[in-house]
């Protein structure tokens, strides 16, 4: 499937924003450089606002017919999250996904941008800044992880296991309080529950075939469109956890991503009792 | 036995070398990592392990001939080496590749961890982050220091304690057996925040200094906990196994929690931990 946006092009965009505004800041932030935005665990930094400003610049000159959505952009007018979702083209961008940890100077943070075509996500990058590579996908082509020299190598999700075998992140911080503790208890069964607070190095270990789910509460599209369609590509099973599948318009409901439907569902049983 | 500078500047040295020759180049390089299981799927073993331990245990007794060197492979090969940390003369505890998963799984969160102990004490430890190029050096009664290249030397400090529902905290529970498991795990959702980055280098950082409140494990292998355990303790922290008691080389059963003051440590251990 091609799409009128060239997803290299993207990509490109993507790593010159990360080396002109995100790399040279990490772990020289002064504390004044880093404020709270709705809690002290949701930071935004210079390096996310910056390299927002870039990639939307650019990406206006080089595709001035799609919206350009970002967090910062979204931050400043809400209606962009209800206009995107059904526009003929759209970019959505997380300039700096895992800000907690880049503020912390915790290698583990990406740049993520989807591509959105009415109301379906086309094209799905992630940038690792650290490693200099991507993980992309775009719709019908499979999950590829690329480095800048050209090499490529397609990606293919685990093999199932059973659900004491699995290892796999859970993000359980957005989910209300008693089901919080719950869900928390239910991780019990599985073998391995790891949660890095980035999504983008998250969906990246999932693409590779290293763990076995992913679960999110909270669906902000610039944290979850690229990496579910890349998870797809890879061959990964992902719905919501009515059974119902993830859109871009969707901010709620959840999120369950396996390497197969019998997975999902046994996750979905004994683990996300929701 | 005292320790000079020079000692430690002769470890930092030979921790760059290993992470400069052994380990960066394997990462994110599956055929040059060669990565083998050894009890389960998280259990990795790589060949930056084993070379990185083979380098260090080598320049180690080159230079410290009647020394007792510990790492994983040592303890592979002969598991009376663990508890003879409890009254060596002189040992080092190494872990050449700590957060092998994440090493294998191309995540750059893993270290290099070294251990030193006289007489069944922790009097020098270093944590050092290959993709980074860090080390926090702490020794006895003088401190907890990250260095950076080109930089002068920031002294480490453990977070402010905070009421329970505001810490952030990681608590290693998959690695516990039943009943204890699922009631840990139940009881983080009293944080504001659980993370699990599956790497006591990192976590041990960024408890001592400040970037998290407090982290637990139930398995204590001296090669995990030892140089951590003394950062933490010289950034300002109380450390200690579940029943209160001190962790000490040799140890390798008991559970620990580290956390700002005795104080928080004490409501770590009763609503985290709870009954055992």
Redesign the interface.
Known sequence: MTTAIDTMKLADLLRQAAKAEILPRFRRLGSSDVRAKTEATDLVTEADEQAERMMKAEAQRLWPEALFVGEESVAADASLLDEFASADLAIIVDPVDGTFNFASGIPAFGVMASVVSKGETVAGIIYDPMGDDWVMAEKGSGAWLRRPDGEAQRLRVAEPVALDQMVGMASTGYLPQDKRAEILGNLAKVRFLTNYRCAAHEYRTFAGGHVHYLMYNKLMPWDHLAGTLICQEAGAYAARFDGSAYLPHHVSGGLLITPDKESWDILRREVVTV | MNFSDNDIEFLGDCLRHVAEEEIMPRF?NAAAANVSEKT???DLVTQADLRSEAYLTAAIRERFPAALIVGEEAYEADRSVVPALADADLAFVIDPVDGT?NF??????FGTILAVTVKGETVAGLIHDP??GDTVVSLKGAGAFQH?RNCEPVRLKVAEPIELGRM?GAMS??HMD?PD???I??????T???????CSA?EYW?VSSG?LHFIGHPKLMPWDHLAGVLTHQEAGGHTAKFDGTPYRPGEISGGIISAPDKESWQMIRNEIVGYR
């Open positions: 994110r389960s799927s998280i998963f294998a799984a191309g995540l750059p969160v993709a980074l950076k952030v529970f998959s039943e498991r699922s009631r795990a139940g009881n983080m959702a009293k504001r925040m659980t993370f699990a980055f599956n990192y960024m970037k």
